[in-house]
């Protein structure tokens, strides 16, 4: 009898929870609504086209029927309805619609339409605070960047900086520059550095998993860096666990890993520890790795349970809107974010959550820290770390396989040249190309030939006409540390020995094997 109450009680719970979400609408459908199909830096034309917001009364008719050249140039009483805001022009005035306002651009040449705009969040939530309050945290982080550094400008926060970037959809990282190529050629740098002390299996997990999310959102590989499969040996690890922590597990469900019955185990296992021992964090980021897997075909998510645990995870709201700390709060957003919970129900005020989110916002655009502001940034922008992937991603460097190929059907003579790349004293990470190359390949020509693989990027200066390489891959000669690149030739009869030889004074030969090796200088090895 017992039991049977509890799973009547438990399916009379999921219906409540059903018939509540469909006559709810999400946080994004609720702010957006006004302005849809449209994004919150976009002016709605009257015919409902979308146009960038700057196009609003600059002279030219960017929307078809020229709604945005109307009430351009009138008195503030015409100022209504869809454009209510009036900003000042000379004698007459330009009305803006309510979605201008408090948006984090300037407008008004008066910057009038960004006046008193915390007081205005503590009264009412509009799309507008929200991407002004995005906009803000994106500019924070850019001013991170330290450019008078020839190298690593992003310091160590460089893999939540790339994330955070991505997921909130900032216009310089997405764009077609260089940004989102600087973060992941240094990120690449990084992790190099860090294996030539070390062994990929003295990475802490984490740190794999945080490279590994950091890689999908800048076009990188994960399971191929330099042969390496980082995502193989995540998983590996994973499977060797007992427990493992949710973040982990959701690096291997953005990298496209099958989450197996074991994982989801695992991960509900841990909301339920996590909930006996107040860690609300680890609750959200339980959620969120199980909301990924929930994406994939035939997965081997209980959606029934999903909600259940997200029930849970509202419960524990404080009576202002937050949870424990702030990076808490913005990591719960995010989890009823990624499972489409994020509406008002019984207890849970999303509205209030995001005032409090907002609210807390800094002057200088940060929210305290870079780990706070990269936990909320997602969240300003409707998202969350389950959405890391690489679908965004288009290959249109040359492959490797393409200038091999052109390589190959050059007609004359050719020489088979391998070229390897070694770091670290042990050799933690090696790379090999064989090469068929034209006879008679000037060594200058074989490393421009590399960098257009894109493998190893080569820096080298001339010196009395001989090349001098001191950069390779962006990890220069460093006399600190005593780390230098040096380059070998491998004996044809015994592969043991490694004849040191000057860049200078190498001429390419056939079936020649060249090593460039980073390691200490001899007189500290």
Not at 114 to 137: F, M, P, Q
Not at 243 to 255: D, F, G, S
Request: charged share 25%; net charge negative; with cysteine.
């Amino acid at each position: 009898m017992s039991s049977r109450f509890n799973q009547l009680t438990l399916l009379c719970v999921l219906v409540i929870i059903f018939i509540s979400k469909t006559n709810t609408e999400t946080l994004q459908q609720r702010l957006l609504k006004d302005i849809q199909p449209c994004k919150a830096d976009q002016f709605r034309c009257s015919n409902f086209q979308c146009i960038d917001s700057h196009q609003l009364c600059d002279g030219s008719k960017n929307c078809r029927d020229g709604s945005d050249e109307e009430l351009c140039n009138d008195y503030s009483s015409k100022c209504r309805d869809s454009r209510s805001f009036s900003c000042q022009r000379g004698s007459y005035y330009k009305c803006l619609p309510s979605s201008f306002v408090c948006n984090g651009k300037n407008d008004c040449s008066d910057k009038s339409d960004e006046w008193n705009c915390r007081d205005k969040i503590k009264s009412y939530i509009s799309a507008s605070h929200v991407h002004r309050g995005k906009t803000l945290a994106q500019n924070w982080i850019s001013k991170l960047r330290r450019t008078g550094q020839p190298i690593r400008k992003w310091g160590a926060d460089v893999r939540r900086v790339a994330v955070a970037l991505h997921l909130s959809d900032d216009p310089t990282f997405n764009s077609a520059n260089t940004i989102r190529d600087e973060l992941g050629n240094e990120l690449s740098v990084n992790l190099l550095s860090r294996m030539v002390w070390k062994r990929i299996e003295d990475i802490s997990s984490t740190e794999l998993a945080s490279y590994i999310n950091a890689f999908l959102v800048t076009c990188i590989n994960p399971r191929n860096f330099f042969d390496l499969d980082l995502v193989k040996e995540l998983r590996r690890r994973v499977d060797l666990q007992n427990h493992t922590l949710p973040y982990v597990i959701l690096a291997l469900c953005n990298a496209g890993e099958r989450m197996s019955e074991r994982d989801v185990e695992k991960l509900t296992n841990f909301f339920w520890t996590a909930h006996r021992k107040f860690w609300t964090d680890m609750q959200a980021l339980s959620i969120l790795a199980l909301s990924c897997a929930a994406r994939q075909p035939d997965g081997n998510i209980d959606l029934a349970e999903l909600a259940e645990l997200t029930v849970k995870l509202k419960a524990s709201q404080y009576s202002n809107g937050t949870y424990e700390t702030l990076k808490t709060t913005a990591l719960v957003m995010q989890a009823l974010i990624a499972t489409k919970s994020d509406t008002d129900e019984g207890n849970f005020d999303v509205i209030q959550t995001l005032r409090q989110i907002l609210l807390a916002q800094r002057e200088d655009g940060s929210f305290g820290s870079v780990i706070d502001t990269y936990s909320i940034m997602p969240v300003l922008d409707y998202k969350s770390l389950a959405d890391i992937n690489s679908s965004h991603c288009s290959n249109i460097s040359i492959e490797e396989e393409e200038v091999i190929h052109d390589l190959e059907n050059q007609i004359g003579v050719k020489w088979s040249i391998q070229l390897s790349v070694w770091i670290g004293n042990n050799r933690t990470v090696e790379r090999t190309l064989t090469l068929r190359v034209p006879a008679n390949i000037s060594f200058e020509r074989l490393m421009e030939l590399e960098e257009k693989l894109g493998r190893f990027r080569f820096v080298f200066s001339m010196r009395d006409g001989k090349p001098y390489i001191y950069s390779i891959y962006g990890m220069q000669n460093d006399a600190e540390e005593g780390m230098y690149w040096f380059l070998f030739l491998r004996s044809k009869g015994n592969e043991e020995h490694l004849e040191q030889i000057s860049p200078a004074d190498l001429i390419p030969e056939n079936n020649q094997h060249l090593i460039f090796w980073y390691k200490c200088g001899s007189w500290n090895e």
